[in-house]
């Protein structure tokens, strides 16, 4: 199956917007064994007629982005429906839908809202729960056009929608053709992404059938691979014997996932003492449903004074050994850990930069502690490079990660 | 002038890597008054031939990124020698220039990294001190083909070699017009995207001469102009008289660093007492560099234990009115307030789901508290319909957003 992406946006040209769509389109056609053959980006307005009569001889399905809004320069619904000679009707049961919205929050819909519930002439509406633009399906028609789906530009509104109305329909032609993709994706923290490929690639090569892909992201890599169910096994199998303390998982999930889901099975509660990373290990953990089983409480002690008061560091350790130590990391700690009450604790303390670094503890220093009960309080200093919220990133993962191991009795040194 | 970007890579199709060269190339080129008439992206290999073959008529100059690489997918360079015409000859100063890369790691150069030092007649070789893949450019020539900038994928080595080798020549051809662009961001909270067409697009149409973009992200939305000097001071004072209170800047600096730039320049400090964001508020205060000026610390509490033990919040009351309630979200702040002595703290309670809510308080409810020494605190119910990332998201923008109105005197309930 041919598949295009067409993302409109003149945001997305002039560098205000990242486009996501793509990666996460991607990554959600993947396991149907569907690529994208291509994709383009091209600005609010006209452009995109144009583009779609190219598109349309070359592809089986069309995934376009955006341009569905009730302002002036939203004209994706308008032009396609041109395009394909398809007269618009006001679909009365969409303005109700979108007056429901805007009431919901006690406004009054604005009339320009009104052209979001204009429907051309057979195209299928797709349901927008978290906005008020809905998205429209037009089946191929051989000889016409592909199939075409059009979707809002936010990805909040588009990534529900593309789960309950396109991925479904994608998943029934795909299956219809009897070709099925399996894959399965190794998570793996702690290891770079080239002493990765260095240890696995030849064995995977050897084992063979299979395609191989790594992607790097802060502190952890994804080492994908695409083939037959019993050739996955075998590539488990490797990864499971060369990274057995670095593989979090080989189902998708993300650390913070993978996580609650052990604190939560071993019935056991966290506590998070935060300096350098300001909050942001509480927050992943709370990201996660269901964490209010696990986390009851963290602290974002940024400032001594608050490590003192809120954690009990010793103002004495702090004036000697300085804030981003290896002693102040435990105290923080066991602080949390007795303060809260809980059975395990993490705290991290560093530089995140950009000022703040000295010679012996430059910017991207951190000390890592997990104190947990009847075990010694484990602290490590690693030395991340990469610019402040990266910094963040990387330490709020290796803190996570060390809890994980911890819990698991693996060897937090790997 | 005419200009398009051309990506290549089969990752960023893949759902493994955001393409963030295309925002990155929009963002440098705006100043320039270049625009990116359309992007595509294509997997590495073969197509970029004929796809090269479509752009060359429609444009001026094309930016094209990917497929220098040492190993076999890696193509751009030859495919396009092939298009147009070009010999490859060795350049024995580039082998050398690798070698020395490889040195500088102790490893001896594989001999497949030698195909990079491979130069088409005619192309200017760019310089990459990042990297073993020289960039290529070969000046347009008329009736054949455009300016085409040939550069390297990974960011850190793409970057350098744009600003060093593309961004001049891109502004000496520019100069050569005489033709300079200039552009304003506003950025609003607390108004819908088409609330805020509604009220601005008519009088912004009526001073003319501009373009008009819009972009919502959640609870925030961007109104962008373009246009000469003169309109976009005319653009702005609208702005400002319509919108006084939600407008937090016109120069693209994000929330955070508005109120961490507000809150420094008043030597304010603020304090963070959350429980359904789950210390993102706290997250994204220190995600701006300098902000331990103005924030101490920050309370995480998840459960009623936890609100009762850190802020003082009256068992109780919590019982009475269940933690997502309004007073329980002012006395957290007030309790904040207290216990961290600051000037400013902030709060807020309320159903992130998926579960969690009632008939009264549906998922997506959330009361904001704002309390400050010698004011009243202030406390405001939100329902805001997104899943629990977003609602997340949400409540951290709408909270900072509050401790800004605050400290301004401006009105919280426009």
Chains 1, 2 share one sequence.
């Not at 996501?20 to 383009?40: C, K, N």
């Not at 399906?137 to 789960?163: D, S």
């Not at 913070?256 to 052990?262: K, P, Q």
């Not at 705290?347 to 503890?361: C, F, H, L």
């Amino acid at each position: 199956m041919r598949l295009e992406v067409v993302n409109t946006g003149t945001e997305l040209l002039l560098g205000q917007v990242v486009n996501t769509h793509v990666a996460y389109f991607g990554d959600q056609l993947l396991p149907l064994g569907i690529r994208i053959q291509r994709q383009s980006t091209i600005p609010d307005g006209d452009a995109i007629g144009e583009l779609l009569k190219e598109v349309f001889p070359r592809t089986d399905v069309v995934l376009i982005t955006g341009g569905l809004g009730p302002t002036s320069d939203d004209v994706t619904r308008e032009v396609i429906a041109e395009l394909l000679g398809r007269e618009l009707r006001l679909d009365e049961s969409l303005v109700e839908h979108i007056r429901k919205i805007f009431a919901r929050y006690n406004r009054v819909m604005p009339e320009s809202n009104a052209r979001q519930a204009m429907v051309p002439d057979g195209a299928v509406v797709l349901d927008n729960p978290f906005g008020t633009a809905p998205g429209l399906y037009f089946p191929a028609e051989a000889g016409q056009h592909p199939h075409l789906f059009i979707l809002p530009g936010p990805p909040r509104e588009l990534k529900p929608m593309f789960q309950a109305e396109v991925l479904p329909r994608l998943k029934a032609m795909v299956e219809g053709t009897g070709r099925v993709t399996t894959f399965r994706n190794f998570r793996v923290i702690g290891v770079g992404e080239s002493q990765l490929a260095e240890v696995l690639e030849p064995n995977l090569l050897e084992i063979g059938g299979m395609e191989i892909g790594y992607c790097a992201r802060l502190g952890e890599v994804d080492v994908r691979v695409i083939g037959p169910t019993d050739r996955l096994d075998l590539a488990e199998a490797l990864v499971r014997q060369h990274f057995p303390d670095q593989l979090i998982n080989s189902d998708g999930r993300s650390l913070e996932e993978t996580l609650v889901g052990l604190l939560t099975e071993r019935k056991l509660w966290l506590a998070t003492a935060e300096s350098c990373t300001g909050g942001m290990i509480a927050c992943k953990v709370t990201d996660v449903p269901g964490s209010s089983a696990v986390f009851r409480q963290g602290y974002v002690t940024y400032a001594n004074e608050a490590k003192t008061e809120l954690l009990g560091v010793p103002e004495a350790m702090l004036a000697e050994h300085g804030a981003v130590s290896e002693p102040v990391a435990q105290a923080m700690a066991e602080g949390a850990l007795q303060r809260a009450g809980t059975d395990y604790a993490v705290a991290v303390t560093g530089i995140a930069g950009p000022g703040g670094g000295t010679p012996s503890k430059p910017v991207g220093t951190v000390y890592i502690a997990v104190a947990c009960r009847n075990q010694e309080t484990f602290v490590k200093r690693y030395q991340f490079a990469a610019e402040r919220l990266g910094f963040k990133e990387r330490t709020t993962r290796m803190a996570m990660e060390l809890v994980r191991r911890r819990i698991l009795g693996l060897d937090p040194n790997a």
